[in-house]
């Protein structure tokens, strides 16, 4: 083994490894070993930053602009409303939310098809008790199969279009993935769907109930509200109907 191999393999290791211990972000860490790649002369400095302008990594990009954009319109959130009041349990809440995300995968990145499902995911929570956890993981794999489908579903797709366009002169159509992907995406939410029972739920301390956390209610007391102290009548029907109203 020379030693440019021996480098390269040593970044790699402390690459992965500090992506496993979690307490610096990806991008940081990314960052730093091509930096580092650099430095040690595994990486031509001339060729170090070419990767940013490659055709791949600009419809990435913008595919995850496009996604944020949804998901902080709103749209989706409205849309699935008439739904929410019928699903009352984990039954019906995994299969509904893991194949909305499922099929908005099919025509975003699966991140951002994820990012535009989840706060409704919290408020069936809030609202049924359900444990998020149920939800959040068959959430999770349904938008990665449900990227398997078309040709921008996930980078892997478009960048195997792109090696086929290099060698044989012609790249993959948007549905040439999907005789095989819908099968994938479909047979996998049907798993889902079953499956959820096998996550753990969340566990609750001892004497406390567990409750899902909240993501869209902010539970600060207001400004302008006082804390009135216990002597204040706060036992009066009037009080209540105050105290209603300010949490509303």
Known sequence: MTLDQALAFGLMAVTIGLFVWGRWAYDLVAVLALIAGVVLGIIPADEAFSGFGDDVVIIVATALVVSAAIARSGAIETAMRPLLRHLRGPQTQVPVLAGAVT????????????????????????????????????????????????????????????????????????????????????????????????????????????????????????????????????????WRRWARRASA
């Open 103 to 238: 099929a908005l995968s099919m025509v975003t990145k699966n991140v951002g098809a994820l990012a535009m499902i989840m706060p409704v995911a919290a408020q069936v929570s809030r609202r049924t008790g359900t444990p998020l956890s149920y939800l959040l993981m068959p959430m999770s794999f349904g938008s990665l199969i449900g990227g398997l489908v078309t040709l921008v579903g996930t980078s892997p797709n478009i960048l195997v279009s792109k090696v086929r366009e290099e060698l044989l002169g012609k790249p993959f159509g948007m549905f040439d993935y999907t005789p095989v992907g819908i099968v994938i995406a479909l047979s996998g939410v049907v798993f889902l769907s079953f499956a959820y029972r096998l996550l753990p739920a969340a566990v609750a301390p001892p004497g406390r109930r567990w409750r899902p956390p909240s993501t869209s209610r902010n539970t600060q007391p207001r400004r302008g509200c006082p804390r009135l102290p216990p002597s204040s009548g706060a036992r009066s029907p009037s």
